[in-house]
């Protein structure tokens, strides 16, 4: 008998060949195989006579050949064959463009089916590209259609899907009895076979939701077993005894409400003996760093070591050269740590760090390398990091015992969302901006008023002052109206610099493919005002700050989504200056000028993240990926929120009762967590 774990060549017309070319798809075992699921259907059920035809309708024919033309038109190569069909009912004509070759397919007075889309051309019914197989063969009912690779076909996939389909039987259940049936489950062979071969509409809706509830409550018990474990382990309570007020005292400013709120839930964290788990998230500008200092300053008086974890190299640098001066003014040593260090220093500063000299760490991912160890890490403070995944938390955890983790972000998921996405975390907004902050005035403009849009970009940097142009792609590209950082930016290099570069104004480039030291040294130039107008793609949209820019231009503002052009946004309006932010549109979509026109009446980030979700329905940021989340097969974060309240809810009763998932029935639920974070937990299940 067949086994889930049995090689795909165990079937019937599986050779080394198409084993290769399933591998490509991630298919290796017949396991795998079953749990490949197909993008769309094909409803085969209905055949429609040739007079009841309508152009739209997509439909089977049966139909005789009764004559094959082939046409090529006067100019080019196009070549166009004409199948002509009939039925009882009527005649039909059949196109296929540029595919000549088809011509020997058909036999004239053989019956055929075919299977695709009515249209009208010239008056006439016709059906351009179907596909068609001899009558006698024809499949019916409703056809999967899965992804495919170079190599396999449909048909392939679909008969080696009926092949396996014996093996639906020795599926083991993974959801607890009493969730299946409270919430009616159907049970694993019938979603599959409902999935890959519905009988109807309503099967494949059972089959579906049952696979997305399933889904979704692997992915929440792993995440709330992490939860469970981290909260059960012993903490590092910090010393109620070490006072943070004088160096509170001691900032620029006072603390918003908002700031001294959450400063207070995470001094109440740490100084309580379980670990700190906490996600704050705030809008861009509404001063995180000043509240992660306070947590890192009581780390070190308490006797602990803090790391702080930045995204770039750049960003990393900034909050070196904010925090360092600031923390020794009250005895606290910072030390740097990137990827580009000489040999030398990285070495100096390992070992600083590891004797305790260095009280507090600033640096990029390399922070989290082996090789880093600290004498006595009580604290890690990531930012900007929602790339930034459960694994990786975990990793920088292990580096300390059990040390207290922040997480900072200015992405701004709406809370009914983070609540999930974020779920081993607790959760602190700061919902408040400092005072005297004026919004960027925001006006979303057409092309025509272009001109206006960067003669006023010249008077800013006449002023003093810099800005940015961000536009959605690197390079031109013949597919799109769309105008490229490359044009863009030697476009504004001839116009502010002159021909040979001696004009008033420096322009300089950046994006994503440029080396990380390219990058580094463009930013760095900006940075210290030797730019004064960056073009760029979207690599620009993490934390960076530069007082001094007052204008973001957005190219192709249709092609961003909301909560991006938000984010952008948020480079300008960070100092004294008053700042502006223009987004050319080309073309007028409604779903443009709606994002516009929201973006024009709103400075609000998480006002603008659910109108996000309104407008475009799952976008990037709510991917599983960029979320440090495990991928997800069929289940989507955002449209299928409300399966995944339901299965959070059960996911958190199952872990209260059996943190460990040890107690009986729960082994297949286990193995499938196991499965789906692909051991990174490190949950020791
Ligand atoms: P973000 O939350 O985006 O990381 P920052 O921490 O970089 O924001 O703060 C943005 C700017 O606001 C900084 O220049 C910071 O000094 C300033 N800032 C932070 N908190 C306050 C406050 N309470 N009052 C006035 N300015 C503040
Ligand atoms: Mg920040």
Not at 118 to 137: E, I, Y
Not at 403 to 425: E, H, K
Request: proline fraction near 5%; charge should be neutral.
């Amino acid at each position: 008998m067949m086994q889930l774990q049995d090689p795909v060549t165990v079937l019937k017309g599986v050779g080394p060949k198409k084993a290769e070319a399933l591998a490509k798809l991630n298919i290796e075992t017949v396991g795998d195989l079953i749990r490949y699921l197909p993008r769309e259907y094909q409803d085969r059920r209905t055949v429609t006579p040739i007079a009841q035809l309508a152009p739209g309708q997509v439909t089977t024919v049966i139909a005789k050949v009764e004559r094959v033309i082939q046409n090529f038109y006067r100019t080019g190569r196009r070549q166009m064959l004409r199948v002509l069909v009939s039925d009882a009912s009527g005649t039909l004509d059949v196109l296929f463009f540029n595919a000549g070759f088809l011509k020997k397919a058909f036999r004239t007075g053989e019956e055929y089916a075919f299977f695709g889309t009515v249209s009208q051309v010239r008056n006439r019914l016709a059906m351009a590209h179907p596909q068609f197989t001899p009558a006698k063969d024809r499949e019916s009912g409703i056809l999967p259609v899965y992804p495919l690779t170079q190599g396999i076909t449909q048909k392939d996939l679909r008969a080696w899907q009926r092949l396996a389909m014996p093996l639906y039987e020795q599926l083991t259940e993974c959801l607890p009895e009493k969730i299946v049936s409270e919430n009616r489950l159907t049970d694993p062979a019938s979603a599959l076979r409902g999935i890959h071969f519905p009988e109807d509409r309503q099967r494949y809706l059972e089959a579906k939701y049952r696979m997305i509830f399933e889904e979704l409550f692997i992915l929440q018990t792993g995440i709330l077993a992490v939860k469970a474990k981290s909260a059960a382990g012993e903490g590092i309570a910090f010393d109620p005894e070490a006072d943070v007020q004088d160096y509170i005292d001691g900032l620029s400013f006072p603390l918003t409400g908002a700031q001294k709120r959450v400063t207070e839930e995470i001094m109440k964290d740490l100084e309580s003996d379980h670990v700190m788990n906490r996600l704050v998230q705030g809008d861009v500008g509404s001063g995180k760093t000043a509240v992660a200092e306070i947590a890192m300053v009581k780390a070190v008086r308490s006797g602990y070591q803090a790391v702080l974890m930045a995204p770039t190299e750049i960003l990393a640098k900034q909050h070196f050269e904010g925090i360092g001066p600031a923390f020794a003014k009250y005895g606290i040593v910072t030390g740097f740590l990137s990827g580009h260090m000489k040999a030398v220093e990285k070495r100096e500063t390992l070992e600083r760090l590891r004797s305790g000299e260095i009280d507090v760490l600033v640096g990029t991912h390399a922070v989290i390398q082996p090789e880093v160890e600290f004498a006595k890490l009580g604290l890690v403070i990531t930012d900007e990091q929602h790339r930034f995944g459960v694994d990786q938390r975990i990793r920088l955890r292990e580096k300390g015992s059990d040390p207290n983790v922040l997480v900072m972000t200015a992405t701004p998921i709406p809370r009914t969302l983070a609540v999930i996405v974020y779920g081993d975390l607790d959760l602190s907004v700061i919902d408040e901006m400092p005072p005297g902050r004026t919004p960027v005035r925001t006006r979303c403009i057409g092309e025509e008023l272009r001109e206006d849009c960067y003669r006023f970009v010249e008077q800013q940097m006449a002023a003093g002052r810099q800005a940015y142009v961000v536009t959605p792609l690197i390079g031109p590209s013949d597919a799109m109206d769309v105008r490229s950082a490359e044009e863009v930016a030697e476009e504004l290099a001839e116009r502010f610099s002159g021909k040979n570069g001696y004009g008033k104004y420096r322009v300089g480039l950046l994006h994503g493919t440029m080396k990380q030291d390219e990058k580094d040294r463009i930013m760095e130039e900006f940075y210290r005002g030797e730019i004064d107008l960056l073009v760029s793609t979207v690599v620009i949209e993490v934390g960076i700050n530069v007082p001094n820019a007052t204008v973001m231009v957005l190219e192709n503002a249709e092609r961003f989504g909301l909560a991006q052009m938000h984010q952008l946004r948020g480079r300008v309006g960070r100092g004294k200056h008053k700042s502006y932010c223009f987004l050319i549109r080309q073309g007028d979509s409604e779903v443009a000028s709606k994002r516009g026109e929201i973006m024009e009446s709103s400075a609000d980030g998480f006002y603008i993240a659910e109108e996000d979700l309104k407008l475009r329905g799952p976008g990037d940021i709510f991917g599983t990926r960029q979320h440090g989340l495990p991928p997800l097969l069929i289940a989507d974060l955002v449209r299928h929120r409300e399966i995944l309240q339901k299965a959070r809810e059960e996911a958190a009763r199952v872990i209260e009762e059996d943190p460990g998932l040890l107690l009986a029935g729960h082994e297949e639920l286990r193995r499938r967590v196991l499965r789906l974070f692909g051991n990174s937990l490190m949950l020791d299940l």
